[in-house]
């Protein structure tokens, strides 16, 4: 079974349009988050869960809002798409009182908006 | 605030050579995470190492070995005898808080040629 499951893993649609992608894991982990990869792939933390508590918001736009029905999912909701928000967007997981600290991550959803 | 470099934006060795990647970071926290992760062309995200901050030995595991230097502020990962598997983009990343607030460096993008 995979450990953090994204979908859609393509994603490809018009300007202006609402989008989800749904993130879920079956580690058993506390916090969950969402990253950014840009064409330039540097990675950016969008945001981050931790027993369905907002711990982490960067400067993102507000277009951005995670959903989080419970602690093994944390969806993705982007309204008003535009043509900035194509990349590559990971979910992970870590269990923040295991002795790891390791991220653990899907394989990415690329979004490409037209 | 915490920040990590990766001065080397890309890397082109043959096979078989040794490379290092260099990495520093800055924080203002004593208790602190290291991590490397590779992105292969396939685009999933991979974890390395992890090295806590109180924990300076350098490790050895097969062809990769990591160098741990608090007084320079640096984690630098060392391929021996390189292969063409091993081209891939690598992200050196940080966590201050165990577990959680990871920023992730730039990333090299090594190549090996055959």
């Known amino acids: 079974d995979t450990a953090v499951s994204q979908t859609p893993k393509y994603l490809v649609t018009q300007m202006g349009n609402d989008k989800s992608i749904k993130c879920e894991q079956n580690?058993?982990?506390?916090?969950m988050y969402w990253y950014k990869q840009d064409s330039k792939k540097f990675l950016k933390i969008m945001f981050s869960y931790n027993n369905k508590e907002l711990i982490i918001n960067e400067t993102v736009p507000n277009r951005f809002s995670p959903k989080s029905p419970d602690k093994a999912h944390l969806n993705l909701h982007i309204n008003s798409l535009e043509l900035g928000d194509s990349a590559v967007y990971f979910c992970a997981s870590s269990q923040e009182a295991a002795n790891t600290g390791e991220l653990f991550f899907g394989e990415g959803s690329r979004l490409t908006v037209l | 605030a915490q920040k990590v470099t990766q001065a080397q934006t890309e890397i082109s060795v043959v096979e078989k050579e040794d490379v290092t990647l260099d990495c520093v970071y800055e924080?203002?926290?004593?208790?602190?995470?290291l991590f490397w992760y590779k992105q292969p062309p396939s685009g999933e995200l991979v974890f390395l190492i992890r090295r806590n901050s109180f924990d300076e030995q350098n490790e050895i595991s097969g062809r990769y070995s990591w160098n741990f230097q608090k007084s320079t502020s640096s984690f630098n990962f060392t391929i021996t005898a390189s292969q063409v598997v091993d081209s891939a983009v690598y992200f050196c990343?940080?966590?201050?808080?165990?577990?959680?607030?990871?920023?992730f460096g730039p990333g090299t993008r090594l190549s090996v040629l055959p």
């Open positions: 924080t203002r926290d004593t208790t602190y995470y």
């Open positions: 580690l058993g982990h506390d916090t």
């Open positions: 990343a940080l966590s201050e808080v165990y577990g959680q607030n990871f920023v």
